[in-house]
């Protein structure tokens, strides 16, 4: 969720930057913003959506079904970023 309010705060941002005249400021967040956040958030080995599938839910294709819940604040240092 974190990177997905990254994502909306910094295109809230490009959008008042347009308005201010800067015509480029969308080009550049999808660029620099959404492309980068995409790659891993939908990366199919490794995203946090990797084990999701649309019709059968987000945890249908792990084996435990408990995802462990990873704080927003500080990881643990087990958690590899």
Do not use: C, Y
């Amino acid at each position: 969720m974190a990177r997905f309010k990254a994502l909306w705060h910094a295109r809230m941002q490009a959008d008042a930057s347009v308005v201010d005249g800067d015509a480029g400021a969308i080009s550049f967040w999808w660029i620099s913003h959404w492309d980068r956040q995409a790659a891993i958030n939908f990366d199919k080995g490794n995203g946090p959506f990797r084990d999701s599938n649309p019709a059968q839910g987000h945890l249908h294709r792990r084996k435990d079904k408990a995802a462990r819940i990873v704080p927003t604040t500080i990881p643990p240092e087990d958690v590899e970023l």
